[in-house]
């Protein structure tokens, strides 16, 4: 289990005070909080609380992304995605959309500070390219669309590295990834639930003056404010909002107990309707979503753990969600294992049964470790750890799927 060591340092003022200057982001996004749990009674953490949160200047960056850095981004993003028009638009756009939108994020980090391993993220995201351009263009081959579906997943791992820089090994730099993918989404879907009330009162402004701008404006406008929208987003998580928010982390709390009596009437129903998915591809399908988006309420809910405390019902309904999840995966393994025996092997029964195995395994590990964490046997930092240290197998296996099975299955 890895110290604190702001508890370490605790009747230490110069010792704390040089942990803060030297290792800002552990201080911030896991030490204080956990030493607070600890001991709320402390004068010393009470005033390092009341400075922390005073204080509205970023600490975790050195340096600050402007606003016209975000234009530039935007619009070279946006020009990039715009090539479709000289090319033919279903090849390029399903292939390198999720590169230009998530290289201009990678973009965007690496504004911030000037890392060792800026090369590696670079490199990365060069193979990937050229991955995408040597995939043959069949679109009726299973797994080149198995493979493109995983490379977002590539892409996110490399965005991870330009986000962490040269602490990428950090356990609370990935955590603080995590709830920055999940503020973005949402930062992201209010700027386009903006963007669509916009584009509908300037569309009927001008059609009061006879002016039909709607084919313009939907091929430009909205092309290039889609690009845009997460880039403007990590904007205001990263700089507006100083990395503080943690709207993902609510709504998971929020949605825990709703999913959870969700997924038990399910159950339910599945019971009573006599449901199977080992004759019904759709509905194996339909659990396999199902798993994934347990997975990550649980896993937004498990990254507040370092800002609030004493949560015995939200840790209780967890530990439920995780069980019952376990429950239905465990159905839709022994599914995709009949599958597999009944009717061979295809490019989406393996990609199903390794994502699954994966979900199975992490959240095998969660469960244990958060049943140690509430009898005291673990401390919160190590039950983050389970989260955050399962994700380069997520990471392995996306890479064996975008390369490896295109080529054991011939392109086909």
């Not at 995605?81 to 390198?96: A, E, M, P, Q």
């Not at 929208?229 to 503080?244: C, F, H, K, N, Q």
């Not at 399910?266 to 399908?285: E, H, M, T, W």
């Not at 800002?307 to 309904?317: E, F, G, Q």
Request: net charge neutral; glycine share 4%; proline share 4%.
């Amino acid at each position: 289990m890895q110290t604190n060591e702001i508890i370490q340092a605790l009747n230490n003022p110069n010792a704390l005070e040089n942990l803060y200057q030297t290792k800002q982001t552990e201080f911030l996004a896991w030490w204080l909080a956990e030493a607070t749990e600890k001991y709320p009674e402390s004068e010393t953490l009470q005033v390092w609380n009341a400075r922390i949160t005073f204080s509205n200047i970023p600490a975790s960056n050195k340096s600050v992304v402007q606003p016209v850095h975000v234009f530039f981004i935007s619009i070279i993003a946006g020009t990039l995605v715009k090539l479709h028009t000289f090319i033919d638009t279903g090849w390029y756009l399903s292939r390198f959309v999720p590169v230009i939108v998530i290289g201009s994020l990678m973009t965007y980090f690496s504004f911030l500070e000037s890392h060792k391993n800026k090369n590696v993220p670079i490199l990365g995201i060069l193979i990937c390219i050229n991955v995408l351009l040597l995939l043959p263009d069949v679109t009726s081959s299973a797994s080149i669309t198995m493979s493109l579906i995983h490379m977002p997943l590539v892409l996110l791992s490399l965005l991870a590295l330009t986000f962490m820089g040269d602490d990428w090994e950090s356990d609370k730099l990935r955590i603080l990834f995590v709830r920055y993918l999940g503020e973005v989404l949402i930062y992201t879907v209010i700027i386009l639930l903006g963007g669509i009330v916009l584009t509908f009162l300037t569309l009927a402004l001008f059609s009061l003056i006879h002016i039909d701008m709607t084919n313009w404006y939907l091929n430009n406008v909205v092309v290039f404010g889609l690009v845009a929208s997460p880039i403007v987003a990590t904007y205001l998580y990263d700089v507006v909002l100083g990395r503080e928010s943690r709207l993902a982390t609510i709504i998971a709390n929020i949605f825990s107990p709703l999913v959870l009596v969700t997924v038990c009437v399910y159950l339910l129903a599945i019971i009573v309707q006599g449901k199977s998915p080992y004759v019904d591809r759709d509905f194996l399908i339909t659990i396999n979503g199902l798993l994934l988006v347990v997975l990550a309420i649980t896993i937004y809910s498990l990254s507040g753990k370092g800002s609030i405390s004493n949560r015995p019902l939200t840790d209780t309904i967890n530990i439920c969600l995780v069980a019952v999840t376990l429950v239905i995966n465990v159905y839709a393994l022994s599914a995709i294992l009949f599958r597999l025996a009944e009717y061979g092997i295809s490019p989406n029964r393996v990609s199903v049964t390794g994502a699954n195995i994966l979900i199975f395994g992490h959240l095998i590990l969660i469960l244990n470790n958060y049943i140690a964490h509430i009898r005291h046997r673990y401390s919160s930092e190590r039950l983050l750890n389970t989260v955050t240290k399962y994700f380069p197998f997520y990471t392995g296996w996306s890479v064996l799927m975008v390369i490896g099975l295109p080529v054991a299955f011939g392109f086909r």
